[in-house]
């Protein structure tokens, strides 16, 4: 059996970010170890953000991987982030927060919330100029009037011919 890896690069200026395809026979150990490095690689200049698990009876600390959130909110005076598996809370302040996000994965929608792009199914120009966002998992919000001018220039960036 072959134990090299056959490493094609192909330079494109549509891909925004590094796009990686693993094609292969079967999920092999080969193959897991491939996708853990290259994860360890993409994620050592973005950190995983700590929050706190209420679901469970003690409060438990947890590490949420950056790809993993679909959005980070605030509800009341507390911060959320929410993955398709679960809510976390937070104990830091959303601004505090947006200094540690990848700026090319997250995107500040409202005073209140920030998205990951990478989440993100269709974005749903109104025609009174509101503009709502659905996520993969169904999740649905909508970017503040404030914000409406970055969040066109950012589908703008992405090839999106907005009025």
Same mark, same amino acid.
């Given at each position: 059996m072959k134990s090299m890896v056959d490493i094609e690069v192909v330079i494109n200026e549509k891909y925004i970010d590094p796009k990686v395809?693993? #094609?292969t026979r079967a999920n092999t150990q080969q193959v897991q170890n491939i996708i853990c490095a290259i994860e360890n690689v993409? @994620?050592? $200049?973005?950190p995983h953000i700590v929050?706190?698990?209420?679901?469970?009876?003690t409060d438990k600390m947890v590490f949420i991987s950056q790809r993993d959130i679909v959005r980070v909110y605030t509800?009341?005076? #507390?911060?959320?982030?929410q993955t398709e598996d679960g809510t976390y809370m937070?104990?830091?302040t959303l601004t505090g927060? @947006?200094? $540690?996000?990848?700026p090319h994965r997250f995107l500040r929608i409202s005073q209140s919330e920030i998205i990951n792009l990478y989440k993100v199914r269709c974005f749903d120009i109104g025609v009174s100029g509101t503009i709502g966002?659905?996520?993969d998992c169904g999740i649905k919000s909508w970017a503040s009037r404030s914000r409406m001018k970055r969040v066109r220039e950012m589908?703008?960036?992405?090839?999106?011919?907005?009025?």
């Open positions: 395809t693993i #094609k993409s @994620e050592n $200049d973005f929050a706190i698990d209420n679901d469970s009876d509800e009341g005076r #507390k911060v959320f982030l937070l104990r830091r927060l @947006e200094e $540690d996000l990848n966002v659905e996520f589908l703008r960036e992405y090839g999106a011919s907005i009025a």
